[in-house]
């Protein structure tokens, strides 16, 4: 069973920076698409960037590229969301999810297992 902690989140004003970790355990392969997803109140769950364990590859939704960088720490088993240049619409509750698939997907359905979430607030 794969299990997903997502940490790093908080309130910053609207310029600043974050970075997201989420740290995985219960692998059995180092083969998983590794995605981060937000949701603000009232809104559908939003990919914004995924990453293939094995080899580094990503994708990044429109809306979040040249301010969003996704990379990996494969000794820790923990993917980070570095986020800059925050904009007050990017306030939102931020998952980590997990798939066993080489395909990077940035819909919520494709993933099987979730972290709890990470309160992300920006204000103007």
């Known amino acids: 069973q794969v299990q997903l902690v997502e940490s790093g989140g908080g309130s910053v004003q609207a310029g600043g920076s974050l970075t997201l970790s989420c740290a995985a355990s219960?692998?059995?392969?180092?083969?998983?698409?590794m995605g981060w997803f937000r949701q603000a109140t009232g809104k559908e769950r939003e990919g914004v960037a995924a990453?293939?364990?094995?080899?580094?590859?990503?994708y990044y939704a429109d809306s979040v590229k040249g301010r969003f960088t996704i990379t990996q720490d494969d000794a820790k088993n923990t993917v980070y969301l570095q986020m800059n240049s925050l904009k007050p619409e990017y306030s939102a509750m931020y998952y980590c999810?997990?798939?066993?698939?080489?395909?990077?997907?940035?819909?919520?359905?494709?993933?099987?297992?979730w972290g709890q979430g990470t309160q992300v607030t920006v204000s103007s």
């Open positions: 999810a997990a798939r066993p698939s080489y395909r990077l997907g940035l819909k919520a359905a494709g993933y099987k297992w």
């Open positions: 219960g692998y059995t392969a180092n083969h998983y698409c």
């Open positions: 990453i293939y364990t094995s080899g580094g590859s990503t």
